[in-house]
C-alpha cells in the first residue's frame, strides 16, 4: 500500500482572515470618494498592495494612530492587535492567496450618506467649491445661516464632504450673533482672509468661539452621550473652515453640515476649548523647537477629548496637568505627529479636571532638513494658517453644566 501523500496546511487567505480586517481598518479611508489613496474593497484591489500593506501595519504606520502607550486610555483606538498583524503578515508570506470563494463574506456596501439618523437640519456650501489640479488652495470660509429663534441643542452633527479626497479637514463654529468675527463677509460666500487682514479683536473673537464638530479623514460624525449636547444660542449662525488639498487632477467639493437636534436640553453642555501659542518662532534649520501654553480651568468640567493641531514640522504634542507640587502628569503624548492624519482622542473614562487645574499643552517642532516634509529649513517660521507657516492649538472637549453661558478660554503662551 502506498501512504497518501499528506496535504499541506494552507495558510490565511484573504476571503477567510484578512477581508475582514481590511473592511473594520482599513476601507473608512480606502475606498472610492476616500482620502485613501487606493480602494481595498475586493482582492484583486488589495493583493497588488499585499507587501505594502504588510510592511504598513508591521511597522504601525498603518492604520494611523499616534498616541503613545505611556498615558492614557482612549475610546476609538485604531491599532491592529498583535494578531492581526500575524494574520496578515502570513498571509503576504505566503503567496497573498484569495482562498475560496464560499469563504468571502458580502461586501460591505459603503454609501456617501448620512451616517446619523435623520439629520434633523443640513445646510450646504452654496455650490461646488472647485479645486484646480496640482495647486495650493487658501483656507476657504463660509458662513452658513441657521435662522434659530430660540436657542437649540445638538446630540449629533456630521461634517460632510462631498469628496473626501480633497479635504484635509473643517472645523464647524458656531458664531454668536454678538460675534464681530467676518461680519464683513456675506453669508453663503467662500471666502480666503487675505495675510493679516483679521484685527487682533477679531482673531481672539475666533478663538474664543465655540466649535460645533472637526473632520478629519476617516473620523466619525460627533455624538455625544445621553445627558450632553452642544448649544447653538439664538440668532447664531455656522461658520465653516475648510482646508482643500489638490490631486492631480481637478476636483470639486459641496461640503454639507447634518445636525441632530434635541426635544429637551441636557444635563451637561460640551464645549470645545482651545489653547493656542500664536507667538512661535522657529529658527531655521531647528530640529527639537518646542514651546508650550498653559491654562486654569475657571470652573469643574469633565474632560471628553484631545484634538492636537499643527502644521507640517509638527513632530510631537504632549498635554499635561501640572500638580500643585509642580509634578506633570501626561494626558496625551502624540509621537509622532502627522499633519496628514489628525486625530481626536476621545479618553476611554472621562476625567473630571476640578476648578484651578492647570493645564499645559507642549508642542514639537522639526525645521531641519531631515523632516521630509519641510518646504523650506532655511526659513525661519511664525504662526499662519497656511500649511507652509506653523500653528499649535490644543482643541480639547469638556463638559460642564448646562447653565454655563461663557465660552471662551484662553492659555497663556509660554516660549
Known sequence: ?????????????????????????????????????????????????????????????????????????????HTLKPEEIALIDAWVTGGAIEGKKKDARPLLRWTNNWTIDGPSVAVSLPRAFEVPANSTIDYQYVILPLDLADDHWASAVEIHP?????????VVYVRQKDSKWLRSVPPLTMYAPPPGSLSADELGQQAGTDILAVYTPGSPA????????????????????????????????????????????????????????????IPPGAADYHASVSGTMPRDAILISMFPHMHLRGSAFEYAIVHPDGKLETLLRVKPYDFFW??????????????????????YFDNSANNPRNPDPKAEVRWGEQSWEEMMVGFFDVAVDASVDKVGFFGSPIP
Open 1 to 77: 500500500m502506498f501512504a497518501s501523500a499528506a496535504t499541506p496546511p494552507v495558510g490565511p487567505t484573504f476571503n477567510k482572515d484578512i477581508l475582514p480586517i481590511v473592511e473594520t481598518r482599513c476601507q473608512t479611508c480606502h475606498r472610492p470618494g476616500e482620502i485613501g489613496p487606493m480602494p481595498l474593497i475586493t482582492y484583486e484591489q488589495t493583493k497588488p498592495w499585499a507587501k505594502a500593506i504588510q510592511e504598513a501595519v508591521k511597522t504601525r504606520k498603518m492604520p494611523p494612530w499616534f498616541a503613545d502607550t505611556c498615558c492614557g486610555q482612549f475610546s476609538t483606538d
Open 222 to 281: 460627533a455624538i455625544w452621550p445621553s445627558g450632553m449636547g452642544k448649544k447653538l444660542p439664538a440668532g447664531s449662525d455656522l461658520v465653516l473652515e475648510i482646508h482643500y488639498t489638490s490631486k492631480k487632477t481637478t476636483a470639486s467639493d459641496r461640503t454639507s453640515v447634518g445636525i441632530n437636534f434635541l426635544k429637551e436640553p441636557p444635563k451637561q453642555r460640551v464645549l470645545t476649548l482651545q489653547m493656542q501659542n500664536r507667538d512661535i518662532v
Open 162 to 170: 462631498s469628496d473626501r479626497s480633497i479635504v484635509h479637514h473643517a
Open 342 to 363: 489628525q486625530q481626536s482622542y476621545p479618553l476611554k473614562t472621562p476625567r473630571l479636571l476640578p476648578r484651578g487645574t492647570k493645564l499645559l499643552w507642549t508642542g
